[in-house]
């Protein structure tokens, strides 16, 4: 039983930084990707505004 423990703990403990890594890789995308279409909204709706008032 320690040996299965010993190797998954040297199997696991050089995994779990990566997954860290991974995890906070992942959170930073879905940041910027939420941002970028909260960016993208913002000017279209700019945009069609401005259209707008110069058409009328």
Do not use: G, W
Not at 13 to 26: D, E, M, N, Q
Not at 29 to 38: A, G, I, R, T, W
């Amino acid at each position: 039983m320690d040996i299965v423990l010993a190797t998954t703990q040297t199997i696991l403990l050089p995994l779990f930084p990566c997954l860290c890594i991974s995890r906070k890789v992942t959170a930073s995308v879905q940041v910027n990707k939420y941002f970028s279409e909260y960016l993208s909204t913002q000017i279209y709706h700019h945009f069609t505004r401005y259209l707008c008032n110069k058409l009328s």
